[in-house]
């Protein structure tokens, strides 16, 4: 039988603590926002359709995007128990230089059609966190205001090589003389990627009124408040022709660039080199062996060459081959803490992020931008604590198994007939079933060298089908993620 009494007021009062509510609504929107996908929301909610689209947006079918966040999600983490870590060190030293958390900002075109504070907001909260910034080729603040937004931080270049040489080398040499310290050569646009969405929005630079931009724009006017009364919307570097995005960069870009392009780069940079694009391991010994200090194992983020391989997938094998000699980093699809985590104990050096970032922005300027360094921060803390680990480098392939639910066929079948792909190759990966690598065991002087490996009849794919076919045993045992959120760009 319950026993029951009168209310007592002064235990109520005690549950009455009602939270001073937040006036600023800019600040309760994003306290709200609790993970990037939340950031997203409100971007959405708060962008012009085609700006949004824009940064949303990917290639063709846009299968690269969604397969690399998918490839994130199917992940399986292995804690340790009872290991203290009450603390966690997140800073990581990175190409001559510290960064406060593991990862930095990707460089970004077109950045202040998101949100008009655009790379000043990305630089100054980078500042402030203790980041890297990177400025792009065909950002929309210059050089200089990037320093200026990062007097004191560090601020990286993104190059893209032009048909005219002298275009590029010359921003080369003034980011150099304005302090930036890492160039970053992007090397996976030989031609602009099939951005769909762009080209069914009309999407064009600079942007054009239509009846539909009106209409869309009606829910939105702080956006055009912004677009109307802040400084022209232009590529700060290079003027803009009309056109959509896809022909501005095919008339920017060359599919001539070679490997003459990266020793006249290296001989005008001061600073640190690293190629951003790179998507095989054969590609990535070639470039260590040309002597550049780092590589991203890149994408674009799904919006060059669609079904291009996860960057995720090629990290235990890339850094396996050159994580000695190089240091080895990744970007797309990186939308949680945990995403960041997970790369660092495959061996990735340092991790970048490029619509985690635009989203906060759209979402919030600066403080939006702050939001989303804020959230994977937290996250990244809590699952380094999850897993028992206090440093980075504690983090190790063990702590990680990739499952995957794309296998190449051939090595799906070689699996299935029992051949002699299993033991010693699943004692060659990253699964845990089998012992786990160390990071970046070997060094590379073991690995064959490009010409021996063609010699030897090896393909450039042949690596990466190695962890597809030790994935696939994975595969076959792990129950897949349920989650379909990687194809959330879709909606
Ligand atoms: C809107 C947008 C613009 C981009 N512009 C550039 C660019 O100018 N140069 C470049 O090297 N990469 C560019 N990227 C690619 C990013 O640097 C990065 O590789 C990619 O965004 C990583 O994937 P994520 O968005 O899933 O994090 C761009 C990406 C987006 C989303």
Excluded: C
Aim: no cysteine.
């Amino acid at each position: 039988m319950v026993q029951r009494q009168l209310p007592n007021p002064v235990e109520l009062l005690e549950l009455m603590k009602f939270k001073k509510p937040e006036l600023n609504g800019k600040k309760r929107r994003l306290d709200a926002a609790l993970t990037i996908y939340d950031l997203r929301a409100i971007a959405k909610r708060r962008t012009p359709k085609a700006a949004f689209d824009y940064t949303d947006g990917a290639a063709e079918g846009e299968l690269s995007l969604s397969r690399a966040r998918q490839a994130f999600e199917d992940i399986e983490f292995h804690p340790g128990v009872l290991r203290p870590a009450p603390e966690v060190d997140m800073s990581v030293e990175i190409l001559g230089g510290p960064s406060a958390l593991p990862f930095g900002i990707a460089p970004t075109g077109f950045t202040r059609l998101m949100q008009t504070e655009g790379e000043v907001a990305g630089a100054s909260a980078a500042g402030a966190a203790g980041i890297p910034f990177t400025l792009s080729t065909l950002g929309t603040t210059s050089i200089e205001g990037v320093k200026a937004a990062n007097p004191s931080g560090r601020n990286w270049f993104q190059l893209y090589v032009m048909r005219d040489r002298e275009i590029s080398y010359a921003l080369a040499r003034r980011a150099a003389e304005a302090g930036f310290d890492t160039l970053q050569f992007t090397v996976d646009t030989p031609v602009a990627g099939a951005r769909l969405r762009d080209k069914r929005n009309g999407f064009s630079i600079p942007p054009q009124l239509t009846v539909g931009t009106i209409v869309n724009a009606i829910p939105r006017p702080w956006w055009w408040y912004d677009f109307l009364t802040t400084p022209k919307l232009e590529f700060a570097s290079l003027s803009a022709t009309g056109g959509t995005v896809g022909e501005l960069l095919n008339s920017a870009m060359d599919p001539t660039i070679s490997y003459d392009d990266l020793a006249v780069i290296r001989d005008i940079w001061p600073g640190k080199i690293v190629v951003k694009g790179v998507q095989n391991v054969e590609d990535s010994v070639r470039l260590v062996d040309a002597g550049v200090d780092g590589i991203i194992l890149s994408n674009h983020g799904g919006r060059q060459l669609d079904r291009a391989p996860i960057p995720f997938h090629l990290l235990p094998n890339v850094v396996r081959e050159v994580g000695k000699d190089a240091t080895v980093m990744i970007d797309t699809g990186i939308m949680n803490g945990a995403d960041i985590v997970a790369s660092i104990a495959l061996g990735a050096k340092f991790t970048l992020i490029g619509r985690a970032y635009l989203y906060g922005l759209m979402a919030g300027g600066r403080a939006g931008v702050d939001r989303t360094i804020e959230i994977l921060r937290t996250e990244i803390e809590r699952t380094m604590k999850l897993l028992g680990v206090s440093t980075l480098a504690e983090l190790e392939p063990k702590h990680v198994t990739q499952l995957t639910r794309l296998v190449p066929l051939a090595a799906a079948r070689a699996e299935a007939g029992g051949s002699r792909v299993s033991a010693a190759r699943r004692a060659d990966t990253t699964d845990a079933s089998g012992p786990a690598p160390a990071k970046a065991t070997a060094t590379r002087a073991k690995s064959p060298k490009p010409a021996a490996a063609k010699a030897a009849g090896a393909n450039p794919a042949a690596s990466e089908a190695t962890t597809a076919k030790s994935a696939a045993s994975t595969a076959a045992t792990a129950k897949p993620a349920g989650s379909s959120r990687g194809a959330g760009t879709k909606a």
